[in-house]
């Protein structure tokens, strides 16, 4: 698996996300990082000053073109750096969160893994 799709909501800054919402567009530029795990966390999780959680990269493939603070969107991802460890944790179900450096800007779940055998 090299992709999925998910379910995800972005949260405005007021609730420790972005003061605007991503522009996701067809180029696929907008490249956050996931982390695996509980979707109401809203700090990173640190150890002294070093966050200790794995973050994954993703690019959006395709999207719901108007995003909005609190709405839910479907959108397809696909892994940045393809690697295979992946391939069984992000299964239907899982949930995350989206970070933006340490910054957690929204939340999502897992509705299908896909087989994608190129990024766009």
């Known amino acids: 698996m090299h992709g999925f799709r998910?379910?995800?909501t972005f949260i405005?800054?007021?609730e420790g996300g972005r003061s605007t919402p991503p522009i996701l567009d067809s180029d696929c530029e907008y490249r956050p990082h996931i982390v695996?795990?509980?979707p109401n966390q809203r700090k990173p999780i640190l150890?002294?000053?070093e966050i200790i959680e794995t973050?994954?990269?993703?690019?959006f493939r395709s999207y719901q073109h108007k995003v909005e603070f609190n709405q839910p969107?479907?959108?397809e991802l696909v892994l940045i750096y393809p690697?295979?460890?992946y391939d069984k944790t992000i299964v239907e179900g899982a949930t995350f969160t989206v970070r933006e450096g340490g910054s957690i800007v929204g939340y999502g779940k897992v509705t299908r893994s896909l087989?994608?055998?190129s990024f766009p």
Do not use: R, T, V
Not at 55 to 59: D, E, F, K, N, Q
């Open 115 to 117: 087989d994608l055998l």
């Open 55 to 59: 973050y994954i990269g993703m690019a």
């Open 6 to 8: 998910a379910e995800i």
């Open 47 to 49: 150890q002294g000053n």
């Open 73 to 75: 969107l479907n959108a």
């Open 83 to 85: 690697q295979p460890i």
């Open 12 to 14: 405005p800054k007021s």
């Open 36 to 38: 695996l795990g509980d």
